[in-house]
């Protein structure tokens, strides 16, 4: 049985789109990246939320991106 691996953030681009925030999320591991928007009131819940609920969005693309947020490795 295959084991699920979380993937966490490595970085977070924010822009402001049609009436909210919205946010790209590139993770650690993956070939893609996930697009979404700000719904909650903690930048990091709002991380996490993209990143499980987010749409796919190509990573050559979301590299293009100025980061607002890096986040460093944890163990």
């Known amino acids: 049985m295959s084991t ?3 993937n966490k953030p490595k970085q977070v681009s924010w822009f402001n789109g049609c009436g909210g925030r919205v946010g790209v999320v590139v993770g650690e591991s993956g ?8 719904l909650r009131h903690d930048e990091d819940d709002d991380v996490n939320h993209i990143m499980k609920y987010g749409a796919k969005f190509p990573l050559d693309a ?3 991106l100025p980061v607002s947020k890096r986040y460093t490795q944890e163990s």
């Open 62 to 64: 979301a590299l293009l």
């Open 31 to 38: 070939e893609h990246a996930y697009i979404g928007m700000a």
């Open 4 to 6: 699920n691996i979380e």
